[in-house]
């Protein structure tokens, strides 16, 4: 399956051209660009899915292929670095869903940023962006991983920041910089303590189960904790970054400054997930070596996909609303990865793991598909404010239609995916804790509420006065929310547990009755609820907030999270920390760096003698020194 | 004794034929004719190049005098490759009028100095070493006068005959010291019985200053920025990339080959004279105007770094010295490329004049600021791998101390690089260097320079090659 090499290789390639060619290129052509090598390698992923799938199964169990190695910085007999592609199941379900939204995002881009700015360098930056994420799913090794996890930070930072004259989004572009990449330094920590100790990067090796690989780990420890949960917690903290977990997660609504389809594509489908896949690529070493952080990170994302959930119940700007939810949503699958075991078919073990990445998929299509529908809404309103919004069914049926649908399938309504894909983690969680279980259902509910109060205030209620009549979407806006949609109908009947296992092996899914049923009718109260509330103009809503007036201003301020950040580094980190060392740096470093600046200029002036441009001299010159080195090896 | 084991050395025959073919073409070619000279002599040199840049394996041709490992393929294709760069880059250059004569002497004369190097690279005895390294220097010195009727020309020529001259007899007066007390010019037999007695110390230190010299590294380096001013600028970057990088590779090859009983004293030496030379040189650097010097300064001191790979004597040393000269090349010539197209349109060569020179050239400003930042060792640049690789080797060996004053060094460089890179970029001038078209061939050199910064940095696998035949020395 050496094509694969392909679909990472083209989107570089368009982004050379694109980024090269210095706005000289119509914008037609530049998006026609980006749109085709979208397309060519969208066609090749789903290729590769269907030959792997097929063809690629031995005695029940999916292969690990790795089509191509390259040995590309050697350290030693051991380490090395490499690049390669690592196709399993779970690389060839990320390249499938990264090409489609990708590919959506990039056909409904044609038409929302029409005749901006930089429209070229929009192409260029998106193409950079699908690059480094294929080839971060694909990585046959951490390392590799990390190169292109770090190269995905650059283009998102890139994307988020695309309006760079305005301030509030080079302020969010910096902030989601610097907080994944404060959490990335956990990540290379854990990687350099990974490698330290099992002599590889290689994920084929890790994952093989081979005991002997973690033989010098046997007994370390550091502060009463094993040094592999410690690794395992460090590599950990990387993905809680990208994936936004609390408490990194205050980079992502912000990063909603970026142009709305940058935001279904990276900050929905993609980039956010990079922390769910890397749990999921490392998940053998988890379970056998570190299975107490895993717990740790199923409580992290039950706590997140909580608080998430309440805030967004309160926000008022859509595009937060849906920050928040992703948010939550990623905690739900940060969730099943947490509570999963591998394999046992008999007793579920594997379900979590399976359910997560279910999830996973369908997530990534139907938020995008609401991503994609408030751009739309967005488009025509030139708003993000939901009370400049309301009743617009009437002006922009695709958008209703779709957007209710995507709205269904959050709430885990059936037969919608979110519904197969949301009740097997609750299962799952369920045959872990049934507090946890119950926490998540109650989490279920509000998703429920919080997305049917969106849909409601958008929709329904009552109508706003507008500038001009809303109108609907032209039809490459409307192409990628009627795809997104009917992937979204059908894609909870996928056999996922034929495909995408913690064991590779087939896993045959039974939904657990109570649980779907329970869950169905949550969520039917829930939307029922929304509906009373939201439906049509009332005063509810108001009553209810100021009644409970504490709760709801913690809510809306985002429980304050973003002031203590702000607290911890400009009061304590700048003043404690930051000013000694900047004083050390001021006045010791270059202080010392000056000085050899000034002592070289005067060497070098009281030397210039030396050189006179008399030929006899350099002879007498290279005679004594030739003389001196002799006396120096003879009489020292 | 067997003729047909001559018929091994193809390198060498096989640039005969070029240098041959070209003289006979020279000589017999009409007026009109003469306008496929430089078209044939590329391609033939091209030629040449890429079918001798095969690794082979070792051989001994007349009992010895000739000695062949494969590693010499590698370092013969990168000088191959730089002097092919640099008839790219001299290829306006004798397309004027005054020089249309003087074009077959040209590769003549540049083709023989290859030759010497050539025979000095693969030399197994001092005779075949020494006839190397003349044939190497003779024809320099009038390549360096080549402007014979420009008097820094002809003043410049003088001085690097009379150096050179000395430096040779200095040299040979060692050599004949150690034939005198080890009765052999054999490598391989001076090997077994060269054990350091003082007379062979002595013979050993006034031998290994000709090379020294070669190198120019400080106190022998005095004669550089005069000759590098004086001569033309593909001339100039001849001696400081091929002549320089065959003479360090010589080097490297007869200190562990031949000296390997006296290795703590050639190590004291060559730690003294890498601080000495990387120091001086860049002191000296910081405060020169004219370009060209400034380069003659900035070569000296990366000569000095060159020693850290030498100073370990190891195999690490072996393949990161063959590195680091391949990167040195593509990063020095790109540098002076974009000064001969300058110099040889405009007659520039101060660093005032190239004030603003982005705003007017933006691909040679930024041709120039790529190559400087390797020379400077920047990453993702070669430049900083090629320096890695070296530092690395020296740490290897336990010269920490070495190592950190080298660093210091690098802070030092950056800066007289970055001076360069600020007037082409920061400093306004009123009138700056006119827009300049460059030649296509020199457009194709700085095409393979860049390139080749780019590229051999980021893709191991030209380390990794290297590497395979380090062990053999």
């Known amino acids: 399956m050496q094509y694969t090499l392909l679909i990472i290789l083209l989107p570089l390639l368009s982004f050379i051209v694109l980024g090269l060619m210095d706005s000289k290129l119509k914008p037609k052509v530049a998006g026609a660009i980006g749109v085709s090598v979208l397309g060519i390698i969208t066609l090749l992923s789903y290729i590769s899915a269907f030959e792997y799938f097929y063809l690629h199964k031995i005695e029940g169990v999916y292969e690990k292929l790795v089509p191509l190695h390259i040995e590309w910085i050697r350290f030693n007999e051991f380490l090395h670095i490499d690049l390669g592609i690592l196709l399993d199941p779970i690389s060839i379900m990320m390249l499938v869903v990264i090409t489609t939204v990708s590919l959506m995002v990039n056909i409904y881009s044609l038409e929302y940023m029409k005749g901006e700015k930089g429209f070229q360098r929009y192409y260029a930056f998106l193409s950079l962006f699908t690059f480094s994420m294929l080839g971060l799913v694909v990585a046959t090794n951490i390392f590799q991983m990390y190169i292109f996890w770090e190269l995905v930070g650059v283009s998102s930072y890139l994307l988020i920041g695309f309006y760079y004259t305005k301030p509030s989004a080079v302020a969010a572009s910096k902030k989601a910089f610097i907080v994944t990449r404060f959490a990335d330094l956990g990540f290379l920590i854990g990687i350099l303590f990974l490698s330290f100790y099992t002599k590889t990067f290689d994920f084929n090796i890790l994952n093989s189960g081979d005991a002997s690989i973690f033989a010098s780990t046997a007994g370390v420890s550091f502060m009463g904790i094993s040094v592999m949960s410690w690794t395992m917690g460090l590599i950990f903290i990387g993905g809680a970054g990208k994936s936004a977990m609390f408490p990194l997660h205050i980079w992502l609504p912000d990063a909603m400054e970026g142009p709305t389809p940058v935001s279904a594509l990276i900050h929905a489908a993609t980039m956010v997930v990079a922390g769910v896949f890397l749990v999921a690529r490392l998940f053998p070493v988890y379970h056998t070596y570190a299975p107490d952080v895993l717990h740790v990170i199923a409580y992290i994302g039950a706590f997140t996909s909580l608080f998430a959930a309440v805030i967004a119940c309160v926000q008022t700007d859509i595009k937060r609303v849906l920050a928040f939810s992703t948010i939550s949503q990623i905690g739900f699958m940060m969730v099943g990865l947490g509570v999963s075991g591998i394999g046992g078919h008999e007793g579920h073990e594997g379900l979590g793991y399976m359910a997560s990445m279910f999830h996973l998929f369908t997530h990534a299509m139907f938020k995008a598909l609401l991503f994609l529908g408030a751009g739309s809404v967005i488009h025509a309103v030139h708003s993000n404010e939901m009370n400049h919004m309301g009743g617009l069914r009437k002006y922009m049926p695709i958008t209703n239609i779709t957007f209710l649908i995507a709205c269904l399938a959050i709430a885990g309504i059936f037969p919608f995916s979110g519904f197969f894909s949301k009740d097997e983690i609750l299962a799952a969680t369920f045959q872990f804790s049934p507090y946890l279980g119950a926490t998540m259902s109650f989490i279920a509910g509000l998703t429920a509420f919080y997305m049917f109060r969106l849909y409601f205030n958008i929709f329904w209620g009552k109508e706003h006065k507008h500038e001009h009549t809303p109108h609907e979407s032209p039809f490459t806006m409307a192409f990628p929310l009627v795809f997104l949609a009917a992937v979204t109908v059908v894609a909870g009947f996928l056999p996922f547990g034929k495909l995408v296992t913690a064991d590779r092996s087939e896993y045959i899914i039974h939904l657990d009755p109570i649980v779907a049923t329970v869950s169905i009718i949550i969520a039917v109260l829930s939307i029922t609820l929304a509906a009373l509330m939201y439906m049509k103009e009332k005063e509810t809503p108001k009553q209810l907030a100021t009644t409970f007036s504490g709760i709801f201003k913690m809510a809306s301020n985002r429980f304050y999270i973003d002031e203590v950040y702000i607290f911890i580094t400009k009061k304590i980190i700048f003043n404690l920390v930051s000013t000694p060392i900047a004083w050390f740096d001021r006045n010791v470093i270059d202080a010392t760096i000056n000085n050899i600046g000034v002592v070289t200029q005067w060497t070098s002036h009281k030397t210039k003698r030396f050189q006179s441009g008399q030929v006899q001299q350099y002879a007498y010159v290279f005679l004594v020194g030739t003389l001196i080195i002799a006396a120096i090896m003879l009489f020292v | ?473």
């Open chain 2, 1 to 473: 004794m067997a003729y047909s084991s001559f018929l091994q050395m193809n390198e060498e025959f096989s640039l005969l034929i070029v240098m041959i073919s070209l003289l006979v073409f020279d000589i017999f070619a009409t007026e009109k004719s003469m306008r496929y000279f430089q078209p044939l002599a590329l391609v033939l040199f091209t030629l040449h190049t890429v079918i001798n840049c095969i690794p082979r394996d070792a051989f001994e041709v007349a009992g010895g005098m000739f000695h062949y490992v494969p590693m010499q393929t590698y370092v013969k294709t990168i000088l191959n490759i730089g002097t092919l760069i640099i008839l790219l880059q001299a290829h306006q250059y004798l397309n004027d009028e005054a020089n249309r004569i003087k074009k077959g002497e040209f590769y003549f004369l540049t083709l023989s100095t290859l030759l010497g190097m050539y025979f000095m690279i693969s030399a197994g005895n001092f005779l075949m070493f020494f006839i190397g390294l003349e044939t190497a220097s003779i024809p320099m010195s009038t390549l360096v006068a080549f402007n014979k009727t420009d008097h820094k020309a002809a003043e410049a020529g003088a001085k690097y005959i009379l150096s050179a001259v000395f430096a040779s007899s200095i040299s040979l007066f060692g050599m004949s010291l150690i034939y005198g007390t080890t009765g052999t010019l054999y490598f391989n037999e001076i090997a077994t019985v060269f054990t350091g007695t003082s007379l062979q110390m002595m013979a050993f230190v006034f031998f290994v200053v000709g090379l020294f010299f070669k190198i120019s590294l400080v106190p022998f380096h005095l004669w550089t920025p005069d000759v590098y001013e004086g001569s033309q600028t593909n001339i100039t970057s001849y001696l400081s990339v091929i002549s320089k990088g065959a003479a360090v590779f010589v080097l490297f090859t007869l200190l562990v080959k031949v000296f390997p009983k006296i290795i703590t004293e050639w190590q004291h030496i060559l730690y003294g004279l890498a601080v000495l030379s990387i120091t001086v040189a860049n002191l000296f650097a910081i405060r020169q105007q004219n370009l060209k010097r400034f380069l003659a300064f900035s070569s000296i001191s990366q000569a000095g770094y060159i020693l850290l790979a030498i100073i370990s004597g190891t195999a690490l040393g072996m393949a990161s010295l063959v590195y680091f000269v391949l990167v040195y090349m593509f990063s020095n010539l790109a540098v002076f490329g974009v000064l001969s197209v300058i110099e040889q349109r405009t007659k520039k060569v101060l660093m005032s004049d190239y004030n603003g020179l982005y705003q007017t050239n933006p691909k040679l400003s930024i041709v120039m600021m790529i190559a400087l930042f390797s020379l400077a060792g920047i990453p993702p640049f070669a430049g900083f791998f090629s320096k890695f690789f070296i530092f690395s080797a020296a740490v290897q060996q336990g010269f920490y101390v070495l190592v950190f004053i080298a660093l210091l060094n690098t802070i030092i460089s950056l800066f007289y690089y970055l001076l360069v890179i600020k007037a082409m970029f920061i400093d306004v001038n009123d009138a700056p260097i006119e827009k300049l078209e460059s030649d296509f061939p020199a457009k194709i050199s700085f095409v393979i320079c860049t390139l080749g910064i780019l590229i051999v940095g980021l893709i191991s696998s030209f380390y990794n090659q290297i590497a395979v035949f380090s062990f053999g020395i």
